[in-house]
């Protein structure tokens, strides 16, 4: 693999790892906020509301249980002389029958986004792993890679400068992958 590179600026390499390091940063970061807003996105789901929805459903039965004896209470006048015609009673009792059954469905559907949240985790974990694995393991090595081709650059610009100046006319040097190879210290 003798392939040759034209580096006509160390600085530009030099600000290229610099902008690496920094990414790798940011990445590192980025992996860890977005692992903590997915525990936190979880927890609610699978904690809070897996105790919150039950106990709407018990408190959403017993308010069905007062609006029932309110309105049982209230048709009981009837035999009275004034009938009482307990629209208000009917409509709180219409309205803890929707609250309940809502309560109940929200039970439900808390139990279908557990199911489906695990499954989502088990496929986004497998793709975090991947990118954990390229900020752990292939950037810091690309960093190295790079910092060892500075070296080599550094100190074949050093060789060059120090050699004199070249023949008329001729451009800047080429640098092979087998030149810095064969350097013992790249």
């Known amino acids: 693999m003798n392939q040759s590179a034209n580096v006509t600026s160390i600085d530009a390499v030099r600000a290229f790892r610099a902008a690496l390091v920094k990414f790798e940063e940011n990445a590192r970061d980025g992996v860890t906020c977005l692992e903590l ?11 809070d509301r897996r105790r919150y929805w039950p106990a709407q459903v018990k408190r959403a039965s017993e308010e069905l249980a007062q609006a029932r004896n309110a309105l049982e209470r209230c048709q009981l006048k009837y035999g009275s002389e004034e009938a009482p015609s307990c629209y208000e ?5 219409e309205r803890a ?19 489906i ?10 793709q975090m792993a991947q990118m954990t694995i390229c900020v752990d393991t292939d950037l810091p ?11 080599a650059l550094e100190r074949y610009a050093g060789a060059t400068a120090n050699a004199g100046p070249g023949p008329a006319g001729v451009g800047p040097q080429k640098i092979t992958n087998a030149d810095a190879a064969a350097r013992p210290d790249a």
Do not use: H, P, S
Request: glycine share 4%; hydrophobic share 40%.
């Open 141 to 151: 090595r690309a960093i190295a890679a790079l910092g060892n081709m500075l070296n």
């Open 97 to 115: 029958k929707r609250r309940l059954r809502y309560c109940e469905d929200q039970v439900r559907k808390v139990k279908q986004w557990t199911q």
């Open 37 to 47: 807003e997915i525990r936190r996105a979880v927890n609610w789901i699978e904690v």
């Open 89 to 93: 009673q009917k409509q709180d009792y």
């Open 117 to 126: 949240i695990r499954q989502e985790l088990t496929q986004f974990g497998a």
